[in-house]
RNA sequence: GUCCCCAUCGUCUAGAGGUUAGGACACCACCCUUUCAAGGUGGAAACACGGGUUCGAGUCCCGUUGGGGACGCCA
């Protein structure tokens, strides 16, 4: 049987973390075993269901690389189908008819909350005659569901897991109005899809027992069922806008790669070993539901922002200067002729001092800064007139500097310090001042190399003159 | 409240009865060093608790505690 599985997300939100994995671990197992992977919006809710939801939800999964098989299913266009089912069910028997008011409903709500039961339907228009119904009520569609016995699940990843069929109710089918319910939808659905394979959240597994039954009912073969642990906040709690349930896009706005998201979401609730890092090929040729956890995982920027740093060093230079380009964009800069140049020189030192695309691209700015060269308030400090002093006297001695390479660069500038009594550690944090506008950057030398002899000594006698405006510190 | 699930360093996890309980992130120290990273070396850091079963339990069973999830004419 060849393997068939979907990622059904409903379209009232952004796609965030959980989702993420979730169509994730869908993908890699739809690879492994040479299945489909397919999407399915489900949009039956048409209050909360939004088109600026389902571009971004397609988006996310887009950048991510992790688009379907085939062109998304919307559930909306499949009622007919839905009530079709509901009306076969109702006609054999396994399905009912019940004039339940809201009120009604809520009163059995609130006497069960009185007792300290389950809040459940009393099924009783169960068995009642239709003639008895109540003129002028439009009806809902109810499951007949088992009263006695237990239901089992047999998932993937939970095991055996069972409940007394008293703990279930009999779930609506059909709304008033006509509508079909998410219940029915997902069971209809997945089985004209021809899914194999239900992979999705813990938060479903509930919902497992009631779809079993109702593919008993229709006669339809059970999906294997795999549900996988959830992804909580830092603090175990459910993930939440404050902890980084954010649309994953965010994370490719903060400069994030998407292999890096990839691989970082792998590994939580996942793993194969001590093996910390996956390609591709490997992800998919190791991954299996067997080597999925049972507890839930919580999300951690740190480790999220060092599997990125890791990634990111993997790029080729020029990758990361095609990546980079719309962060220094967002920072007013381009990287053309000569910026692209020194971009280039600069990148292996760049990248390894870079967690992200947002973190490369400001630490690349002082290449493409036009003169004078705005210096964060932290290096200002270090150009105090002494300094000032020392670095208009540093130009000269640079000018006539033939060979402007590194490690005559180096020479020249330590015997500069020694002669004039300073520390070369001073005078090299004055010197990183001048060059880059802050006391953070790559080697110092090699910084002059690329940026050259005639920039180099422009921005010594910015320094010099003490022409520098103080960054307002946004990069 | 009822039902279901979960429980190894702060975090992600390895561990399928006998291990000095391993790795990664983060943290600390040292090395390197012109800053910051990167890199290298080392360190601190865990089997929630209580009962069983067993010659032997992080591993199996039960309970407790803690956490999470589900309980809609939402999905």
Same mark, same amino acid.
């Given at each position: 049987m060849s393997v068939v599985v979907r990622f059904a997300p409903s379209p009232t939100g952004y796609l965030h973390i959980g989702g993420a994995r979730t169509a994730l671990f869908n993908w890699l197992f739809a690879r492994h075993h040479k299945g489909k992977y397919l999407l399915r919006i489900e949009d039956t809710d048409p209050v909360r269901s939004t088109k600026e939801a389902v571009d971004a939800i397609l988006d996310g999964l887009h950048w991510l690389g992790l688009?379907? =098989? $085939?062109?998304?299913?919307?559930q909306s266009t499949r009622f007919a189908r839905h009530r079709e089912v509901a009306m076969r069910l109702l006609a054999e028997g396994k399905a009912y008819r019940c004039y339940a008011t809201p009120e009604e409903l809520e009163a059995m709500r609130e006497k069960a909350r009185a007792e300290g039961r389950p809040m459940r339907y009393d099924g009783r228009w169960r068995d009642r005659d239709p003639s008895e119904a109540p003129p002028g009520v439009p009806p809902v569609i109810r499951f007949k569901a088992p009263r006695t016995g237990e239901t089992v699940i047999e998932d993937l990843v939970q095991g055996t897991v069972r409940v007394a069929n008293e703990q279930l109710d009999d779930m609506v089918l059909l709304r008033s109005d006509g509508t079909p319910t998410y219940m029915l939808s997902v069971v209809v659905d997945d089985i004209d899809m021809g899914i194999t394979h239900i992979i999705r959240g813990h938060d479903h597994?509930?919902?497992a027992f009631r779809q079993k039954q109702l593919y008993d009912a229709i006669g339809a073969p059970c999906p294997a069922f795999a549900h996988i642990p959830l992804i909580h906040g830092p603090d175990g709690t459910k993930l939440s806008k404050r902890h980084g349930a954010l649309a994953v896009t965010e994370y490719r706005a903060m400069g994030f790669l998407p292999e890096a998201m990839r691989c970082y979401l792998l590994r939580l609730g996942w793993s194969y070993g001590d093996k910390e890092f996956f390609?591709?090929?490997e992800a998919i040729a190791l991954f299996d539901i067997s080597g999925v956890g049972r507890s839930p995982s919580r999300f951690d920027m740190a480790k999220l922002l060092s599997?990125?740093?890791h990634f990111l060093r993997l790029k080729s230079d020029a990758e990361l200067i095609e990546l980079v380009r719309p962060f220094l964009a967002e920072l007013g800069l381009t990287a053309e002729g000569e910026g692209a140049r020194r971009l280039a020189a600069g990148m292996p030192g760049l990248k390894a001092r870079a967690r992200?695309?947002? $973190?490369l691209?400001?630490?690349?700015?002082?290449?493409?800064r036009p003169r004078?060269?705005?210096v964060q308030p932290e290096g200002a400090q270090r150009l105090d007139a002494a300094m000032r002093e020392a670095l208009r006297a540093l130009v000269p001695v640079l000018e006539a500097q033939e060979v402007w390479e590194e490690t005559a660069l180096e020479a020249t500038c330590r015997a500069f310090a020694e002669t004039h009594g300073l520390k070369f550690a001073n005078l090299a944090q004055a010197v990183r001042v001048a060059l880059t506008g802050s006391l953070v950057s790559p080697g110092l030398f090699e910084v002059m190399v690329i940026l050259g002899k =005639? $920039?180099?000594?422009?921005?010594?006698e910015d320094a010099a003159a003490g022409r520098n405006p103080i960054a307002d510190g946004a990069n």
């Open positions: 688009d379907p =098989d $085939e062109p998304p299913v919307f597994l509930t919902n390609t591709d090929e599997v990125n740093a992200t695309l947002v $973190e691209a400001r630490g690349a700015a002082f290449y493409l004078p060269l705005p =005639d $920039e180099v000594i422009g921005r010594l």
